[in-house]
């Protein structure tokens, strides 16, 4: 097993596999004067180390106790579902650990475990598990998509998701920023299938679809503002920052576009960089996972852009209309010009069959003739 209760310290302490040969013999030279006993049967155990099995504790005298096997079971299967991630992932996994370990000595009602340590776990088993009072949350860590493991990570995540849920857990999936790819146009991700599954909700996106409600209709946000033509769903996806930076979390709040191809995701501000201590601040018994005042300013922002951006839309199309306005007059005049063209042509024309007419050059005496005649003929 790898976990054991350190009792001066009085908490669970996982051995660590990249212990040096001095270290693991002080290991094992502190665990016969009595520092490590098992969780779970409370009795002693000592320090052992193989090629094979790497360093892990033992009970003393035959097998463990059948909870010890049963976290050992459970801790096969951890590595079976983890053995394609980076070395990078136990490096990240142990710091954001300590972080949250601090955080339960601040706020008692927390409390965090390694989660192949939590026995409600047993098809999938995340890397922590969370507990705030009630609210829980299984929290995974993904340092390996690439083309030929993203559509099985996206699938597992699927499942996962599922499955933490009917335990009444929150899934977060934390994915390694070398993944981040942003489209042409600098305002949207392109994602991977597994990116895409784990888009989650958290209370800043729940900010953003009261402040987006208000601000103005989506479809009239879309127009002005050439937003995706999506629902006002807004989520999160959260980045663990790079090998060669400080570790930190960076979220994006964003727009799905579901039909796009590959996937894609246009987000709303521009991301910004939490430690860990700031990300995992709580309210209301709940993970921030964000600045909720630089989301505020954010927003300001939004909003001015979109009124800038209204602005100049109705500008626009205020020219397009005149121009169209001007465009169908022309169309209108030129048919009349024609009609009045046609109509002086005619009149011209009876205007000289009328001055050439046999009545017009006759006498009063001969018109009066010709008015008798005509009478006589129609009667």
Known sequence: MKEAWHKNDSKIYIIPQSLSESEVMNHKQIARKGTFICPYCKAKLIVKSGEVLGNFFS????????????????YRKYEKQKKNDTPRHLQILALMNDELEVLSRVYPHLSISYGYLNSDFKKYIPDLALKINANKYAITILTNISNSTDSSI?????????????????ALFFIERNNLGVDTNGRSLVLWAAEREALSTQKADLHWVEFLSKL????????????????????????????????AIESFRVLEQKNATPARAYFLSEPYKLTFSKAFKLDN????????QIESEQQKQYAATFQRAKALYAEEQEKLMRSNQER??????????????????????????????????????????MLRRTYNSNN
């Open 216 to 247: 103005a209709p989506m479809n009239e946000q879309q127009k002005v503002l050439k937003l995706p033509n999506t629902e006002l769903i807004v989520k999160s996806i959260l980045y663990i920052t790079p090998a060669n930076e400080e570790i």
């Open 59 to 74: 009970h003393q005298h035959g097998e463990g106790c059948e909870p010890s096997k049963l976290s050992e079971a459970r």
């Open 154 to 170: 996206a699938k597992s995540i699927q499942q996962e998701r599922i499955y933490y849920k009917s335990l009444g857990f929150d």
């Open 285 to 292: 018994d709940s993970l921030t996972l964000s600045d909720l």
């Open 328 to 369: 169908e007059g022309v169309i209108r005049i030129k048919p009349e010009s024609k009609i009045w063209k046609g109509y002086k042509e005619n009149n011209k024309s009876n205007q000289v069959d009328f001055k050439n007419n046999s009545y017009k050059k006759a006498t009063k005496n001969e018109r009066m003739e």
